[in-house]
């Protein structure tokens, strides 16, 4: 019945707000080295390193997120991060984004929206910006509208492994469409599943967060080369109220969403390879797998026939002078034409990343049929191909 899964939804939110809001008093408190899960073996540019680094310490150490989700180009940009907690990643942004741009953070959490105001005043002085250029806003993803988010607002909509927590997926999305402006983009991680989640993990109560005593422990256990740019294994002890396997998101089932509210073909930018290691929950999962993915997806204008191109970048991009790692596909070198389909023509067209390539547009049309199996934005094989070596599995508690 509609209204056993409106209650159902209800609960979920309660309890990740309960966690979230009241029980943890900073990130030490997961006893989790989530932040290095999605981290880069490379070093993020200096510019988000140099913002990271001027976020007050108090916003750091409540910082419950799990790695670092900073697209490139986002000067002058007005920026949505949903989820925001503790508004560390805001207020880095808040610096990227410069003095002409603009951030707001959403969250549903009313302790962690007042606590991330407490210093908008300090990074505006710390920023040497004449008036703030950021704000907190308590609400809810699924209902961005209700939280005064307008439609056609946002360049570049943000989120960092929360939309896994939420049982509507396909109405954050279609939140994250209808507030994009044309040519916006939503870049988003999440946690996702080898197939669809039996209803038996969908409607099981820890694995949706209901219990209220459990902790998890996330440790980073590869080894970083310079020629693996992601790590392709997170090991988890599912066993934090809240952590989202019973919600993840078969990796197909994304594509098909994002079609569905109008987005164009999700982009995989990296991957990471989930182990669970306590027992009772690995015996849950039975076969399904589970890997974290980043992913981008467009907003791009209803066009009936698409053309390939030629593109050729300029080397413009800051922190990003000889290459332009777009997505786990797309590797475009300064001075270097590559060949691409019509729908990344249409991207580097209609994105904030137009003035950054020249793009000369061919009369062959691209084939939709071509990419119907979609292996390329499957998180398993891209974490396959990226390969690590486990060692160990080393737990703390406190």
Same mark, same amino acid.
């Given at each position: 019945?509609?209204?056993?899964?409106? +209650?159902?939804?209800?609960?979920?939110?309660?309890?990740?707000?309960?966690?979230?809001?009241? &029980?943890?008093?900073?990130s030490g408190d997961l006893q989790t080295s989530a932040a290095s899960c999605s981290?880069?073996?490379?070093?993020?540019?200096?510019?988000?390193?140099?913002?990271?680094?001027?976020?007050?310490?108090?916003?750091?150490?409540?910082?419950?997120?799990?790695?670092?989700?900073?697209?490139?180009? $986002?000067?002058?940009?007005?920026?949505?991060? $949903?989820?925001?907690?503790?508004?560390?990643?805001?207020?880095?942004?808040?610096? *990227?984004?410069?003095?002409?741009?603009?951030?707001?953070?959403?969250?549903?959490?009313?302790?962690? %929206?007042?606590?991330?105001?407490?210093?908008?005043?300090?990074?505006?002085?710390?920023?040497?910006?004449?008036?703030?250029?950021?704000?907190?806003?308590?609400?809810?993803?699924?209902?961005?509208?209700?939280?005064?988010? &307008?439609?056609?607002?946002?360049?570049?909509?943000?989120?960092?492994?929360? %939309?896994?927590?939420?049982?509507?997926?396909?109405?954050?999305?279609?939140?994250?469409?209808?507030?994009?402006?044309?040519?916006?983009?939503?870049?988003?991680?999440?946690?996702?599943?080898?197939?669809?989640?039996?209803?038996?993990?969908?409607?099981?109560?820890? $694995? =949706?967060g209901k219990t209220t005593n459990l902790k998890v422990i996330v440790k980073e256990?590869?080894?970083?080369?310079?020629? /693996?740019?992601?790590?392709?294994?997170?090991?988890?002890?599912?066993? /934090?109220?809240?952590?989202?396997?019973?919600?993840? $998101?078969? =990796?197909?089932?994304?594509?098909? *969403?994002?079609?569905?509210?109008?987005?164009?073909?999700?982009?995989?930018?990296?991957?990471?390879? %989930?182990?669970?290691?306590?027992?009772?929950?690995?015996?849950?999962?039975?076969?399904?797998?589970?890997?974290?993915?980043?992913?981008?997806?467009?907003?791009?204008?209803?066009?009936? +026939?698409?053309?390939?191109?030629?593109?050729?970048?300029?080397?413009?991009?800051?922190?990003?002078?000889?290459?332009?790692? !777009?997505?786990?596909?797309?590797?475009?070198?300064?001075?270097?034409?590559?060949?691409?389909?019509?729908?990344?023509?249409?991207?580097?067209? /209609?994105?904030?990343?137009?003035?950054?390539?020249?793009?000369?547009?061919?009369?062959?049309?691209?084939?939709?049929? +071509?990419?119907?199996?979609?292996?390329?934005?499957?998180? !398993?094989?891209?974490?396959?191909k990226l390969g690590s070596s486990v060692k160990q599995c080393s737990k703390t508690?406190?």
């Amino acid at each position: 019945m509609l209204s056993d899964v409106m +209650a159902s939804c209800d609960d979920v939110r309660e309890n990740v707000k309960k966690y979230y809001g009241s &029980r943890l008093e900073s990130s030490g408190d997961l006893q989790t080295s989530a932040a290095s899960c999605s981290l880069p073996c490379r070093p993020p540019p200096r510019s988000v390193m140099d913002a990271l680094s001027l976020v007050h310490p108090e916003v750091t150490k409540k910082f419950f997120g799990c790695g670092l989700s900073f697209p490139a180009k $986002l000067e002058g940009c007005r920026v949505l991060d $949903l989820g925001s907690g503790s508004g560390r990643d805001c207020y880095a942004f808040s610096k *990227l984004v410069g003095p002409d741009g603009h951030v707001t953070g959403v969250d549903m959490t009313e302790e962690l %929206i007042t606590a991330s105001r407490q210093y908008i005043e300090y990074h505006q002085k710390k920023f040497d910006y004449e008036k703030p250029n950021i704000e907190f806003v308590q609400g809810y993803m699924e209902k961005l509208g209700d939280a005064g988010i &307008r439609s056609d607002s946002v360049d570049v909509v943000l989120s960092n492994c929360v %939309i896994c927590l939420c049982p509507d997926k396909r109405a954050v999305l279609q939140q994250a469409y209808n507030v994009l402006k044309e040519g916006g983009e939503l870049y988003f991680s999440d946690m996702y599943a080898s197939k669809v989640v039996p209803d038996h993990m969908r409607d099981d109560p820890v $694995l =949706w967060g209901k219990t209220t005593n459990l902790k998890v422990i996330v440790k980073e256990l590869i080894r970083c080369t310079a020629d /693996r740019p992601y790590p392709s294994v997170c090991l988890f002890d599912f066993s /934090r109220p809240g952590e989202g396997m019973g919600g993840s $998101l078969f =990796w197909k089932d994304l594509i098909s *969403l994002a079609h569905s509210v109008g987005f164009g073909t999700p982009h995989l930018v990296s991957a990471s390879h %989930i182990e669970i290691y306590n027992s009772e929950l690995k015996e849950k999962a039975g076969d399904v797998s589970f890997a974290s993915g980043t992913y981008r997806l467009f907003k791009l204008p209803k066009s009936p +026939a698409v053309s390939e191109a030629t593109v050729t970048y300029k080397g413009t991009v800051g922190d990003f002078p000889d290459q332009l790692d !777009f997505d786990s596909s797309h590797c475009f070198k300064k001075d270097v034409a590559v060949a691409v389909n019509g729908e990344m023509a249409a991207i580097l067209q /209609r994105s904030r990343f137009s003035p950054d390539f020249k793009i000369q547009v061919s009369d062959q049309q691209s084939d939709s049929e +071509a990419t119907t199996q979609y292996c390329h934005l499957n998180p !398993f094989l891209l974490a396959d191909k990226l390969g690590s070596s486990v060692k160990q599995c080393s737990k703390t508690s406190k």
